[in-house]
């Protein structure tokens, strides 16, 4: 079923069109059919588990913490699509070793081999697939044309396609974690969710509040798009708006390894690609030892170049 004003596609239970708002007859609006979850909610990060109890035990997937049972009074939607894992267990285990032991200067000599890895939990993630077809507007300041002036103003439009543009929806990653796995995923093997036996994030934030988020996305990609056409060698201030036209979504689960490790009794998180064990994000400790004996080395190169100056002086 498509708006009848802007033919956007309109999903199970809208009332009104994601792009253009115009109200669905409510003989069309009809019953949500869209896959419901019953959730798990952690108690420390916030994270919403799809819960299936002979399958799940309930601790947090992302940190560990006690879940709670949660009744919503918003139906909680799952993912309708999955990427599959390829990373299997061993490899994301030598994969956290082999992070660990590439942390660099700061990070304890002893990092890689005394490190005890508490936990290791193969988990999806939640995130929307984005297509759109947009006509952009915008502004920004530029060098060209500037005059004797640092700035000149300058606008225009451009027509931009948002071809499968991944929105992170996940509460138990964060945006920095998510970030640097999403560039890494083949979506082109998205196969359907069903029949997972692999923990799944469930998308719990109101439809509303996610096209808020979407359209966000939308706003960011644009605005370096369009960079492209700002004449000159220098610009800022760049603004868009985007005028929507043909939105879809897709609600998919992206997979990662979430590694849980101690270093001396302080505890850390790591996360894996679930497709790519080269593509590591997470905390590591830093040996304060060698920052000190770097800050003192500077203190007293400073003070040399000083003592250096005043004596020529």
């Given at each position: 079923?498509?708006?009848?004003?802007?033919?956007?596609?309109?999903?199970?239970?809208?009332?009104?069109?994601?792009?253009?708002?115009?109200?669905?007859?409510?003989?069309?609006?009809?019953?949500?059919?869209?896959?419901?979850?019953?959730?798990?909610?952690?108690?420390?990060?916030?994270?919403?588990i799809g819960f299936d109890a002979n399958k799940h035990a309930p601790a947090c997937a992302f940190c560990g913490?006690?879940?709670?049972?949660?009744?919503?009074?918003?139906?909680?939607?799952?993912?309708?699509?999955?990427?599959?894992?390829?990373?299997?267990?061993?490899?994301?285990?030598?994969?956290?070793?082999?992070?660990?032991?590439?942390?660099?200067?700061?990070?304890p000599k002893q990092l890689r081999d005394e490190a005890v890895i508490d936990s290791m939990q193969p988990l999806?993630?939640?995130?929307?697939?984005?297509?759109?077809?947009?006509?952009?507007?915008?502004?920004?300041?530029?060098?060209?044309?500037?005059?004797?002036?640092?700035?000149?103003?300058?606008?225009?439009?451009?027509?931009?396609?948002?071809?499968?543009?991944?929105?992170?929806?996940?509460?138990?990653?964060?945006?920095?974690?998510?970030?640097?796995?999403?560039?890494?995923?083949?979506?082109?093997?998205?196969?359907?969710?069903?029949?997972?036996?692999?923990?799944?994030?469930?998308?719990?934030?109101?439809?509303?509040?996610?096209?808020?988020?979407?359209?966000?996305?939308?706003?960011?990609?644009?605005?370096?798009?369009?960079?492209?056409?700002?004449?000159?060698?220098?610009?800022?201030?760049?603004?868009?708006?985007?005028?929507?036209?043909?939105?879809?979504?897709?609600?998919?689960?992206?997979?990662?390894?979430?590694?849980?490790?101690?270093?001396?009794?302080?505890?850390?998180?790591?996360?894996?690609?679930?497709?790519?064990?080269?593509?590591?994000?997470?905390?590591?400790?830093?040996?304060?030892?060698?920052?000190?004996?770097?800050?003192?080395?500077?203190?007293?190169?400073?003070?040399?170049?000083?003592?250096?100056?005043?004596?020529?002086?």
């Open positions: 079923m498509s708006c009848t004003r802007c033919a956007t596609p309109l999903e199970d239970g809208d009332l009104r069109c994601a792009v253009c708002a115009l109200p669905v007859p409510a003989a069309d609006a009809g019953v949500a059919t869209t896959a419901r979850a019953q959730i798990l909610r952690c108690t420390e990060c916030g994270a919403a913490a006690v879940m709670a049972v949660e009744q919503p009074a918003d139906p909680v939607e799952v993912a309708t699509l999955r990427v599959p894992f390829t990373v299997e267990r061993d490899a994301a285990a030598a994969a956290l070793r082999g992070w660990l032991g590439a942390r660099g200067f700061f990070a999806c993630w939640a995130g929307w697939i984005v297509s759109a077809h947009a006509q952009v507007a915008w502004t920004a300041d530029s060098d060209a044309g500037s005059g004797r002036s640092a700035w000149a103003p300058h606008a225009g439009v451009e027509t931009i396609d948002f071809a499968n543009l991944v929105v992170p929806a996940s509460r138990g990653l964060a945006a920095r974690e998510c970030a640097a796995l999403v560039p890494f995923y083949e979506l082109a093997g998205a196969i359907p969710a069903a029949g997972s036996d692999v923990p799944a994030e469930s998308f719990d934030v109101q439809r509303s509040a996610a096209r808020r988020q979407v359209h966000a996305a939308i706003d960011a990609v644009a605005r370096t798009r369009v960079e492209r056409a700002i004449p000159g060698r220098r610009y800022r201030n760049v603004r868009v708006s985007c005028l929507l036209q043909r939105q879809t979504t897709e609600r998919i689960a992206l997979p990662a390894w979430v590694m849980a490790y101690r270093y001396r009794g302080s505890p850390y998180r790591a996360i894996v690609h679930g497709q790519r064990a080269d593509v590591v994000v997470g905390t590591a400790p830093l040996d304060w030892m060698k920052v000190v004996w770097l800050v003192l080395a500077a203190a007293v190169v400073v003070a040399a170049i000083v003592a250096l100056a005043m004596l020529q002086g």
